[in-house]
T-cell receptor, first 111, second 117 residues
Framework: DAKTTQPPSMDCAEGRAANLPCNHS???????VYWYRQIHSQGPQYIIH???NNETNEMASLIITEDRKSSTLILPHATLRDTAVYYC????????????FGSGTKLNVKP | NAGVMQNPRHLVRRRGQEARLRCSPM?????VYWYRQLPEEGLKFMVY????????ESGMPKERFSAEFPKEGPSILRIQQVVRGDSAAYFC???????????????FGPGTRLTVL
């Protein structure tokens, strides 16, 4: 299964863009990159996913490098409520049903 | 348009007792997944079920743990003879389509926090 590497923690000032990086150098051609977040031990919340192209929705933008070995989740205007653990996940190539959650990045949004 | 429901939200059991955790998927979803999260760790996949079928239980401990998703009613995760190491948050997720299709998103419930005394 493809593994992801994320920094353990990041700080961001309220109102500024939060850019969360993720390395997935062993990703294979048909695997999608998913992002979830978990706020204070609640259930993980789906944010966005993508394959090759950059994606944007009402919550965030996802930038995937051309070689697909890394991606960046962008929260354009972070608020205090965005403080959470953010998980970058690559779908298992042999068993599509599993999501492998790593340790994630703890994003601290500060006033 | 309710999301994934889990109950109870908190469950306390003494060692040796049984724990039953329930999950009602989102309306229209027929695929259910269970995950376990130990303190300060990420979620770990346990089992994937469709109605009346266990599709993948590779993450489930071989003993004491079982799961079902009957034709009617919620999915149940059952832990027999609980031990202190079973204390964790158990999350259920559901999805509407067969995994392996081009885009399959899992939506998570609020979790059940199991504490074994």
């Amino acid at each position: 299964d493809a593994k992801t590497t994320q920094p353990p923690s990041m700080d961001c000032a309220e109102g500024r863009a939060a850019n969360l990086p993720c390395n997935h150098s062993t990703i294979s051609g048909n695997e999608y990159v998913y992002w979830y977040r978990q706020i204070h031990s609640q259930g993980p919340q789906y944010i966005i996913h993508g394959l090759k192209n950059n994606e944007t929705n009402e919550m965030a933008s996802l930038i995937i490098t051309e070689d697909r070995k890394s991606s960046t989740l962008i929260l354009p205007h972070a608020t205090l409520r965005d403080t959470a653990v953010y998980y970058c996940i690559v779908r298992d190539q042999y068993n599509f049903n599993k999501f492998y959650f790593g340790s994630g990045t703890k994003l601290n949004v500060k006033p | 348009n309710a999301g994934v429901m889990q109950n109870p939200r908190h469950l306390v059991r003494r060692r040796g007792q049984e724990a039953r955790l329930r999950c009602s998927p989102m309306k229209g979803h027929s695929h259910v997944y269970w995950y376990r999260q130990l303190p300060e760790e990420g979620l770990k996949f346990m089992v994937y079920l469709q109605k009346e079928n266990i599709i993948d239980e590779s993450g489930m401990p071989k003993e004491r743990f079982s799961a079902e998703f009957p034709k009617e009613g919620p999915s149940i995760l059952r832990i027999q003879q609980v031990v202190r190491g079973d204390s964790a948050a158990y999350f259920c997720a559901s999805s509407p389509r067969n995994p392996g299709t081009s885009t399959d998103t899992q939506y998570f419930g609020p979790g059940t926090r199991l504490t074994v005394l």
